[in-house]
């Protein structure tokens, strides 16, 4: 078993800033937090922890109880608080929630979306205690059969009648409560986040979150009108006369202020921490204090706090910043106290347990430490928590507000001038030139560092964790010495719901972010995160799209393509630009007959003088079917995949555009399995002739960082917040090209070896659904995936802990 140390060194030259060899978790000095994706947090006031990704919170009409739902992708319940002591009083898990919540006026009743059950759950509460729910039925079946899903849910201040709108069915349900009947429905033009009633009870407002609309329904005249509002409308918050409503946009940085009797927007505030359009901030959450002169506002992504003067309506003014947690995503107000639902809660962390099984029988039959195991994967991994904030003085704030722009590496001068060096082949400034053309971006399926390159002594590795090493992947192998080995590589995702998201745009939306976990609990929903769906797209759309607005050629084979044969683009903006004949995600194509397609066709291009400046590649078999019988092994799985990617490089290595060419490989998340840094740390690969030959790199990248120096290279913006503020691969390449071809490395494994066995793993394999990503369990695939390969009964190692010295990096000097 092997492990390294990695101190953290950052030295900063006249030419240059090094990357520094951070990585993520606590930083002394500082006290800060730093996240894999490079920004920091330091959460003000004190907390209590709650639940797998809480959505919302809700105070009832006295404030002494405060209200959970926790909507994330293990375990999701309703939890009860004691706002004032802090408190947990009560908690009931239930099979499935999303968002909605609401008290009863007589706080004797809470009222909590069931998610795809299509049901709104009714608790009793007495003596500070949940009862066993009843059901307010909206459909006669659960998911697939009806399509509902509860969202936002508000209650008149009779308790007769109970108005919640749904993300599935876009429909208003009108529903008596005490009797569990609707009463009426009312379709709507969008998927729908939130709503709430107006104090005289005539006017209904809705979130049409998938719409970029206010829904406004008329309770008396049964009329639906809508107006305008920015993107991702989701949170709603009205002052206490009803005549100013606030509405938050969360793809675009802002709150639209609205007059209720004319209909009219004020304002639109700007909540983001600089200047800029670029998406990022996620704007998700609303508090009004109790004079109704400051609002607080939740920016998920910023993992802050906006404040704002809006005493006066439609001339608002910006007061400062509060850092919360990892994305914070609900804010009530009560008192002078400020409480806050985290969603991520307040840190990322290693996995090196899980998600494979760590299970011994014991005399009895029970399997022991499956429950910790599962505690690992990713998808469940970051629990939340519930800050509370004493209304800070204006001296506080100020340095509050210092301290959220200390855990940002976004700065407006980032997004003009990346950080570089002078005569790097990645240019600092959109328009320089580069000598490179031609990118080819290919997207890889879920390992992390350590079970592939965790075998590699020059890399900071653990290879007891190592299950896909240098015999089954000798080209990886070969990559990483040949060219870089980059050890400290972080995804943003957490699965590839998010993962193809964050890829291809650097951001994954509200509602990506919001849906995936439902669907990756097994609690129903459609794969929606490959642009099938437009509520889950960025504002501005992906990669492809910049660069079709830029005039720039592209071509993407199998990403972002349906299924089928020939296959369909997914985006409008692919329509012309895909190969046909290149499959998306289908486990039953082999990668080598991938690589072969996309070579067809690039020989094609290439003849013509006609290869696209970027193209991204699908090259997925890493993901594997597990051990279901008769399959290919995950070992020749990953074989193939290994074989792929070399003859990939190989092919573009000894054709004419190499010397003019790099070639980026990474996985869009790395759920899959244990790693001893970080959950999210995971292999990264970049070829071509002006990248460093035989380099080990320890500085910290992400996924918006690749896609940064991508975009430094065509000569594209950045797409947000995100991609602006990572740090481009800059010290992986060199302006001293070497033109050598690259040569593939034979399979060590056999690529064409089956399943045979029949066991527990085999057997738990034939149930699953392999046709879509992630579509299978992904907490039982990863472990049979790990049996597969170290024997059905072999027990996982003892978890280690990392101790590293971590160094803050200078600042960088902003330019212009």
Known sequence: MKQKFIVGLCALTLSALTVCAQTPGKIAQTQQVLLPNGWKLSPAGTSLPLGDLPLNIQLSASGKLLAVTNNGQSTQSVQLIDPKNEQLLDEKVIAKSWYGLAFSHDERKLYASGGNDNWVYVFNIANNKLGKPDTIRLAPNKWPKSKVCPTGITVNKADTRLYTVTKEDSLLYIVNPNQGKTLKTVKLPAEAYACTLSPDEKTLYISLWGGDKLGIYNIATDKLSTLN?????????????????????????????????????????????????????????????????????????????????????????????????????????????????????????????????????????????????????????????????????????????????????????????????????????????????????????????????????????????????????????????????????????????????????????????????????????????????????????????????????????????????????????????????????????????????????????????????FNTIRISNDHTSGQRKGAISPIAAVGDNDQAIGQFIEHLSKSSIWKESVVFILEDDAQNGPDHVDAHRSPVFVAGPYVKRNQVIHGMYSTSGVLRTMELILGLPPMSQYDAAAMPLFDCFTNKPDFSPYVTKAPQVDLEQRNMAVNESSRRSELFNLAKEDAAPDIELNEVVWKSVKGENAIMPAPKRSAFVLLEPKKEEDDD
């Not at 980059?486 to 509200?510: C, K, P």
């Not at 504002?539 to 050629?553: E, P, T, V």
């Not at 199998?558 to 683009?569: H, I, L, R, S």
């Open 229 to 613: 509002t920015e993107s991702h409308p989701n949170e709603l918050l009205l002052n206490k006369k009803g005549t100013i409503l606030y509405v938050a946009n969360a793809n675009d940085n802002s709150v639209s202020v609205i007059n209720t009797t004319t209909h009219k927007t004020l304002e639109n505030i700007a909540t983001a921490l600089f200047p800029t359009r670029l998406t990022g901030s996620t704007t998700n959450g609303l508090a009004l204090s109790a004079d109704e002169k400051t609002l607080y506002i939740a920016n998920a992504d910023n993992n802050c706090l906006a404040v704002f003067d809006v005493s006066q309506a439609g001339s608002s003014r910006s007061m400062g910043f509060i850092p919360v947690g990892w994305y914070p995503t609900n804010i009530k107000m009560l008192g002078k106290k400020i409480i806050v639902s985290n969603g991520k809660g307040f840190t990322s962390m290693a996995n090196p347990k899980g998600p494979q099984p760590v299970l011994k029988t014991d005399n009895s039959g029970y399997k022991q430490g499956a429950t910790n195991s599962r505690e690992q994967y990713i998808g469940g991994l970051f629990k939340g928590t519930l800050s509370f904030i004493n209304t800070p003085s204006a001296i506080q704030l100020k340095a509050l507000t210092k301290q959220v722009y200390a855990n940002t590496p976004f700065t407006s001068a980032k997004a003009k001038t990346a950080a570089g060096e002078t005569g790097n082949p990645i240019p600092r400034r959109m328009g320089e030139k580069s000598p490179i053309k031609y990118v080819f971006y290919i997207i890889k399926e879920n390992r992390t560092y350590d079970q592939v390159l965790g075998d590699m002594p020059q890399g900071n590795g653990d290879t007891s964790l190592c299950i896909f090493g240098k015999k089954v992947t000798p080209n990886h192998h070969a990559i990483a010495n040949e060219f870089v080995l980059l050890d400290n590589f972080y995804v943003d995702a957490e699965v590839s719901a998010d993962g193809h998201n964050w890829s291809m745009a650097a951001y994954g939306t509200d509602f990506v972010e919001k849906t995936w976990p439902t669907s990756y609990g097994g609690r129903g929903g459609n794969y929606d995160f490959e642009g099938t769906r437009k509520a889950a797209y960025p504002r501005d759309g992906f990669i492809w799209d910049y660069c079709k607005r830029a005039g720039l050629s592209y071509r993407t084979y199998g990403e972002f393509v349906t299924d089928g044969n020939p296959g369909k683009a997914s985006l409008k903006s692919l329509e012309g630009h895909f190969c046909q004949q290149s499959p998306g995600f289908d486990l039953a194509v082999k990668d080598v007959k991938r690589t072969q397609i996309w070579a067809h066709d690039f020989d094609s291009l290439l003849a013509i003088n006609a290869v696209p400046r």
